[in-house]
């Protein structure tokens, strides 16, 4: 049973590829497999990692992931070899699910013409998925970064069938927060589609345990005084301030959900009264949290 796509994101479109074959799988007593590749053969920014792809594959219950590197040498191996070659002789696919619209091969020449021809000289079962449409507009990827970029959060999330999340690793900051009594967690994010500027009421999940939490994303216009003259755009921190955490977490990965925008970013007169206003946007999240 394999499924084969990039499935970035693995949105409700995904999903429901993903859990037809993990229950064919089940039923017939063989392993559920999804074929993928990293990076983007499209070039597109990531909704996820490749990490963070695979343990959300991976919690709807397929047994093995296939990550395929799309390089130079793998683009040009042709439709009709990568079908009879890998998917075939390799994986032993008897079952293949894959969107309709999903192309492969060198030149994107491999369609759903082109399998359903193999199908019946190689005598494997395939699947086809027409795209899902919500409202009449597609579910797919390109659209929900579209949505994340544009703070349509919510909207985001509901086609996730997920919180909108980033996925990093933390690492040392100038500690200025902990130095303030409200100590942050600084992420390295894994991938490059992350919700505008602001702070937000948050879920940290550290190790699988899940904390309540606020999130500031943004350039900290009150702390760094841009230099005269000086046009480049500054890079946005994302910076996480988890309740009811007293430790250190510096090299490990973090994973952060936004749940509700509480305010924009915007410049404060002086560094206390952006401490005043963040300890408000931590009562703020708290009583989302509660009210959750």
Same mark, same amino acid.
């Given at each position: 049973m394999v499924a084969l796509g990039v499935f970035d994101g693995v949105h409700l479109a995904h999903r429901r590829i993903l859990q037809?074959?993990?229950?064919?799988?089940?039923?017939?007593n063989a392993r559920s497999i999804v074929v993928t590749f990293w990076p983007h053969p499209q070039k597109e920014e990531t909704l996820y990692s490749l990490e963070h792809r695979l343990n959300l594959i991976g919690e709807i219950g397929i047994d093995i992931c296939v990550v395929i590197r799309f390089d130079k040498a793998f683009s040009l191996m042709s439709a009709e070899k990568f079908v009879n070659d890998f998917l075939l002789k390799r994986l032993g696919a008897g079952y293949i699910y894959v969107g309709e619209n999903f192309r492969f091969g060198r030149g994107a020449k491999g369609d759903s013409r082109l399998l359903l021809k193999l199908s019946r000289s190689r005598r494997f079962t395939l699947r086809l998925y027409d795209a899902i449409k919500i409202k009449g507009r597609q579910i797919s990827s390109t659209y929900i970064r579209k949505l994340i970029n544009s703070g349509k959060l919510k909207t985001a999330e509901f086609l996730l069938g997920n919180p909108v999340s980033v996925l990093?690793?933390?690492? $040392?900051?100038d500690s200025l927060a902990k130095r303030w009594g409200l100590p942050t967690a600084n992420i390295d994010p894994h991938h490059k589609v992350i919700p505008p500027s602001g702070v937000y009421a948050a879920r940290?999940?550290?190790n699988n345990r899940k904390f309540p939490a606020v999130c500031y994303v943004g350039t900290r216009p009150t702390i760094i005084k841009q230099s005269l003259g000086i046009k480049n755009k500054k890079p946005r921190k994302i910076e996480v301030h988890l309740f009811g955490l007293r430790r250190d977490i510096y090299g490990q990965d973090?994973?952060?959900?936004?749940?509700?925008?509480?305010? $924009?970013e915007r410049k404060f007169v002086s560094v206390e009264s952006l401490?005043?206003?963040i300890k408000k946007d931590i009562l703020t999240a708290k009583s989302i949290f509660s009210l959750h």
């Open positions: 037809d074959v993990v229950n064919k799988a089940r039923a017939i990093g690793t933390v690492k $040392r900051g940290a999940i550290l973090l994973q952060v959900q936004f749940i509700k925008k509480i305010r $924009r401490v005043k206003q």
